[in-house]
């Protein structure tokens, strides 16, 4: 087996050949009359056609038989009918003349790019098969594509290298057209509804709208630290104080935070608020959201995630904080469980605990580790304790619960929402409440927003808001269970 220094070698002799030909292996312009997924849709009607054609592509196989040879092209990515993005061509001595069919076999490998010119026929085999009467290069490829890429035993590899990934595995390809028409699907369900798609600051002064830490920049010319986004929250709700009564954005969040099955330091999200709604609204709002989502990708209201049949047709259960942790932990009473009780639970269950963490805290590290996991088909987790979220409204009828709900399907949380305070002095209370959190050591607390306490002091409208975890809806829709299988270029550490 040669090594890859000589057959990059070999390639680049072969490169050279065609330069002392004066052939340029990396022309500018490339003539281009279909796609390759264009001839295979359309086969019957351009077969039809009797002045041949321009189309080009990456070589991925080739198969020679004396004074012909058979090679598959690939054309990339195109949403067809389909899906297929790739055609046989056959080159043959007599049609193209000895000399230009001596080059190619001197000088052409898989994984070039090549022009070509023919028309298309069918084999007798009655394979679509591109006749080429006329060929160029177009980009030669230096390195080798991999025989196997299924085959490898680093699995990170795959994600280092996704362009190789998504050449070698149809799979890896369809789930990112499938995660492009999920996008797409809620874009539209949105805008359907009448809400606004707005943009706010990815770099603010104050990374606030979640428990998160942050990652922290600097802005030479303005002499400042600023922090990539946690979320985009805080400036939706100033959008709400603004007059925009219904709003949404999709973007990307970042959090200093570990690494695993279902997170991501960069993420993609989808927040969206509506003036005169409450957590009640939501639930109607979210459930038909997510049949329509997976109806439209799937074709059906049901999706395989694993061994489990999540069925999206039923109204979502709901069950409060409370009793969950109660099922899940034999804790008989989470309600007036104290701090110390969660702190002894947590340590039997093997769950660390800090010493600046607090009750709900700690509470939330359960229920994350060992309740959520248990919950498979649509749930509601509602009534969460005050302390585990500064920004929601509590409820009417229990001042020490909040009107908040976490989706959570596949033992995944999809979507988090809550009925949005807007009590500037409950807010400040809650801030300065985080502010001491912060003091003992908590650095996924962000301190008092006083811009946006100025901002809620001019009124804020009742309002309901959500966001939607977008990786991990991918992620139960085409049944994948890591988080970078979804994502096209996740984070990792730099191999060198």
């Given amino acids: 087996m040669n090594s890859l220094e000589e057959i990059r070698n070999e390639k680049i002799r072969k490169m050279d050949i065609l330069?002392?030909?004066?052939?340029?292996?990396?022309?500018?312009?490339?003539?281009?009359?279909?796609?390759?997924?264009?001839?295979?849709?359309?086969?019957?009607?351009?077969?039809?056609?009797?002045?041949?054609?321009?189309?080009?592509?990456?070589?991925?196989?080739?198969?020679?038989?004396?004074?012909?040879?058979?090679?598959?092209?690939?054309?990339?990515?195109?949403?067809?009918?389909?899906?297929?993005a790739t055609i046989q061509a056959y080159i043959k001595k007599d049609e193209i003349g000895a000399e230009s069919f001596s080059l190619f076999n001197d000088t052409v490998d898989i994984g070039d790019f090549l022009e070509l010119e023919g028309v298309l026929f069918l084999t007798k085999k009655k394979e679509k098969t591109i006749k080429v009467f006329g060929w160029k290069m177009i980009s030669k490829s230096l390195l080798p594509l991999p025989e196997k890429w299924h085959g490898l035993q680093d699995i990170e590899e795959r994600f280092r290298k996704r362009y190789l990934d998504l050449l070698m595995n149809e799979d890896v390809k369809k789930r990112f057209v499938?995660?492009?028409?999920?996008?797409?699907?809620?874009?539209?369900?949105?805008?359907?509804?009448?809400?606004?798609?707005?943009?706010?600051?990815?770099?603010?002064?104050?990374?606030?709208?979640?428990?998160?830490?942050?990652?922290?920049?600097?802005?030479?010319?303005?002499?400042?630290?600023?922090?990539?986004?946690?979320?985009?929250?805080?400036?939706?709700?100033?959008?709400?104080?603004g007059g925009f009564n219904k709003i949404y954005e999709i973007g990307r969040n970042f959090r200093n935070e570990g690494i695993d099955a279902t997170h991501n330091p960069e993420f993609t999200m989808v927040e969206l608020y509506e003036s005169y709604r409450d957590a009640e609204y939501l639930y109607g709002f979210i459930e038909k959201l997510m049949r329509h989502v997976a109806k439209s990708v799937t074709g059906k209201s049901e999706a395989l995630y694993?061994?489990?049949?999540?069925?999206?047709?039923?109204?979502?259960?709901?069950?409060?904080?409370?009793?969950?942790?109660?099922?899940?932990?034999?804790?008989?009473?989470?309600?007036?469980?104290?701090?110390?009780?969660?702190?002894?639970?947590?340590?039997?269950?093997?769950?660390?605990?800090?010493?600046?963490?607090?009750?709900?805290?700690?509470?939330?590290?359960?229920?994350?580790?060992?309740?959520?996991?248990?919950?498979?088909?649509?749930?509601?987790?509602?009534?969460?304790?005050?302390?585990?979220?500064?920004?929601?409204?509590?409820?009417?009828?229990?001042?020490?619960?909040?009107?908040?709900?976490?989706?959570?399907?596949?033992?995944?949380?999809?979507?988090?929402?809550?009925?949005?305070?807007?009590?500037?002095?409950?807010?400040?209370?809650?801030?300065?409440?985080?502010?001491?959190?912060?003091?003992?050591?908590?650095?996924?607390?962000?301190?008092?927003?006083?811009?946006?306490?100025?901002?809620?002091?001019?009124?804020?409208?009742?309002?309901?808001?959500?966001?939607?975890?977008i990786d991990r809806l991918v992620m139960l829709l085409t049944n994948a269970h890591n988080i970078k299988e979804v994502i096209l270029f996740p984070t990792m550490r730099p191999k060198n």
Avoid: W
């Fill in 19 to 84: 330069r002392d030909k004066g052939i340029n292996p990396y022309p500018i312009s490339v003539s281009l009359d279909f796609e390759v997924a264009e001839l295979v849709d359309n086969f019957n009607k351009i077969s039809k056609r009797k002045k041949p054609f321009f189309a080009a592509g990456r070589i991925m196989a080739v198969r020679s038989h004396g004074g012909a040879v058979f090679f598959d092209i690939n054309g990339g990515s195109r949403s067809t009918s389909s899906g297929q």
């Fill in 178 to 241: 499938t995660r492009s028409k999920i996008i797409s699907e809620i874009r539209d369900f949105l805008n359907k509804e009448n809400y606004l798609e707005v943009e706010t600051p990815i770099l603010q002064h104050l990374a606030g709208g979640a428990l998160a830490e942050p990652f922290l920049t600097r802005h030479n010319a303005l002499d400042i630290d600023l922090y990539l986004r946690v979320a985009p929250e805080l400036y939706l709700k100033k959008l709400l104080i």
């Fill in 306 to 469: 694993g061994e489990e049949k999540i069925s999206f047709a039923k109204e979502f259960k709901r069950v409060s904080y409370s009793n969950v942790i109660k099922k899940f932990t034999l804790i008989s009473e989470p309600h007036k469980a104290s701090r110390d009780d969660f702190a002894l639970k947590a340590k039997q269950l093997g769950i660390k605990v800090e010493d600046f963490e607090d009750r709900e805290k700690i509470m939330d590290n359960i229920f994350k580790k060992i309740c959520r996991p248990k919950i498979i088909q649509p749930t509601f987790i509602i009534d969460y304790p005050l302390g585990s979220s500064p920004l929601a409204k509590r409820k009417s009828d229990d001042q020490n619960l909040i009107d908040r709900f976490q989706l959570v399907i596949g033992g995944i949380e999809i979507s988090n929402g809550f009925s949005e305070l807007n009590d500037p002095i409950d807010q400040r209370q809650r801030f300065a409440q985080q502010d001491k959190m912060r003091a003992k050591g908590d650095k996924e607390v962000s301190p008092s927003d006083e811009d946006y306490l100025e901002a809620m002091e001019y009124g804020m409208p009742p309002a309901a808001g959500m966001g939607i975890g």
